[in-house]
């Protein structure tokens, strides 16, 4: 698939099937994920994928205000960032970290696109921080960046806008 047709047409899917997504699947999106660029490829992210366990797939969706939707995916990964590889002293400002989180959480949703699957990027659920990582059982290192829904789309996504190069763009 080409890239650039990939980025255009992927959408952020809000409604699945039951149709379970497989290990293998989540195995290339992780993949993608972890080939994203990093400051200093530090590589700071770290992943929970909640796919096996029906009770805390639904414990985990009940913790955003989108849990009618979110519960219908197979699967759902949550992104964190790894303070512990970070040294502020050497690596830099923290925002270079949290945007590799964010170039490697945008190949997941491509990879996912990919394979034929549906995703959103689910920001609401940082309300609910602690909760999740308390479900999750991360360490206190991680900080939550998002929540990754993924599963079989079921049905057609509504397109949306996006503004004109001439309105953000300056050419100089
Ligand atoms: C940082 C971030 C947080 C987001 N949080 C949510 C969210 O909590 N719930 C949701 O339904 N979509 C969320 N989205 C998805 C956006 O709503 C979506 O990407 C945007 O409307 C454009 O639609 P598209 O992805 O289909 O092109 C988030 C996207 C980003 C990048």
Redesign the pocket.
């Known amino acids: 698939m080409d890239t650039i047709s990939s980025i255009v047409n ?5 409604s699945y099937t039951s149709k379970k997504v497989s290990p293998n699947d989540i195995t290339k999106i992780l993949t993608a994920a972890n080939w994203a660029p990093s400051g200093n490829n530090l590589q700071p992210w770290r992943f929970s994928v909640v796919m096996n366990d029906e009770q805390l797939l639904k414990k985990l969706s009940s913790l ?3 849990h009618s ?1 979110v519960q219908t995916a197979s699967c759902l990964i949550a992104v964190f960032l790894d303070k512990k590889v970070i040294d502020p002293n050497i690596h830099g400002i923290y925002l270079k970290h949290v945007q590799a989180i ?1 170039a490697a ?2 190949n997941m ?1 491509l990879a996912a696109h990919e394979l034929g699957l549906g995703s ?7 309300k609910k921080e602690d909760q999740v990582k308390e479900l999750v059982g991360a360490a206190d290192d991680l900080e939550l960046m ?1 929540v990754i829904s993924v599963g079989y789309p079921n049905k057609a ?4 806008r ?1 503004d004109i190069l001439e309105n953000i763009v300056s050419w100089l």
């Open positions: 992927r959408r952020s899917i809000r955003t205000v989108y939707w964010g959480i945008q949703l959103c990027w689910i920001g609401e659920i940082l998002a996504t509504t397109s949306r996006r």
